[in-house]
């Protein structure tokens, strides 16, 4: 059983295929966006998911082989919620439309997000079936509780995200969009001192205070970019255990997933590792791959799969 995956996000153009074993190809690039830019518009996005998904649905293809596809799975959403929605999706689930009919299978939906925690989820370690999810990303800070196929929002940011603080730093400073693995590079150079103190409300973190702090320091130049670029790193995996510490005294669950683009970052695993042990929060953390980590359908694919089992069951 094969499930071809799609997902169309504000990041990049993916296509995977999936089957009962786990990921057998993934195809993706990155959507196009100019020196300086932090994004693209979504009408731009849009446009540049319908030119980049042909050839990654050729490779996907051209991967297999000749083996047959039995289904076709597609982000159509951000997240659960009904009102989740984002113009970039719909050139996804165009696609996914379509290519189910030539195919003659069926069309599957799921969210962006449940495939960043499969894909996470997929060789991650973790057994439980009650864990929290961490998705951190330049779209989404949210911490889940998931329970099964249930899934329950605990918390998140009230204002920017983990990635997009990341990535305005990383612009600021001269560094291309998504500036992620640039601004890793400089934080390894670097020495945080925890200038950036963690903002929470609630259950809920703040990050915008922290970029308004950064821009001061780089309009004022007295601070070496490395150094800029630990405290930011610093101020993230701080931030993300405080988040993950409360869920914990709320929930009772000690297991957390981390997943979403930012968690791709070996430096930000480490100072979480590292943290969590010597504050001693009690934490057992569990990652995927990280080339599965940012923005991809091979999650998308593996939740058809697991669909496709469960109808066959």
């Known amino acids: 059983m094969i499930v071809l ?28 966006v100019q020196q300086g830019a932090r ?27 000749g083996r047959p596809v039995d289904a076709v799975c597609v982000s159509a959403s951000p997240r659960d919620d009904e009102a989740s929605y984002m113009p970039v999706f719909l050139s996804g689930l165009s696609f996914a439309r379509v290519a189910a009919a030539s195919l003659k299978v069926p069309l599957l939906t799921t969210t962006h997000q449940r495939g960043h925690v499969r894909a996470a ?19 989404t800070t949210e911490v889940l509780h998931m329970r099964g196929d249930q899934l329950k929002l605990i918390s998140g940011t009230r204002d920017l995200h983990a990635g997009q603080l990341i990535d305005r730093v990383g612009v600021a400073l001269g ?14 150079n670097g020495e945080a001192h925890s200038l950036l103190p963690v903002s929470m409300e609630g259950l809920d973190c703040h990050f915008s205070g922290a970029e308004a702090r950064v821009g001061q320091w780089i309009k004022e130049g007295k601070m070496p970019p490395e150094e800029i670029a630990a405290e930011v790193f610093s101020l993230v995996a701080r931030t993300v255990l405080r988040l993950l510490t409360a869920a914990k005294e ?3 669950v000690s297991d957390a997933l981390i997943t979403g683009g930012v968690a791709s970052s070996q430096l930000l695993r480490d100072l979480l590792g590292e943290i969590n042990r010597k504050r001693r929060l ?12 940012g923005d991809n359908a091979a999650g998308v694919a593996l939740i058809g799969c697991d669909r496709m089992r469960e109808e066959k069951a």
């Not at 990049?12 to 993934?26: K, L, R, Y």
């Not at 009408?43 to 490779?59: M, N, R, T, W």
Request: hydrophobic letters at 40%.
């Open 5 to 32: 995956g799609i997902d169309t996000s504000c990041y990049t153009t993916s296509v995977a295929a999936a089957d009962e074993a786990g990921v057998i190809c993934s195809h993706r690039k990155l959507l196009p």
């Open 39 to 65: 994004g693209l518009r979504q009408s731009e996005a849009v446009f540049a998911h319908i030119k980049q998904l042909p050839d990654l649905y050729d490779q996907a293809m051209e991967s297999l082989a």
């Open 282 to 293: 009690g934490l057992r953390l569990y990652f995927g791959q990280r080339q599965f980590a």
């Open 250 to 252: 709320q929930t009772g």
């Open 175 to 188: 560094l291309s969009f998504p500036a992620g693995p640039y601004l890793e590079k400089l934080a390894m």
């Open 121 to 139: 989820l997929q060789d991650s370690g973790l057994r439980a079936s009650d864990y929290l999810a961490l998705h951190l990303s330049g779209g």
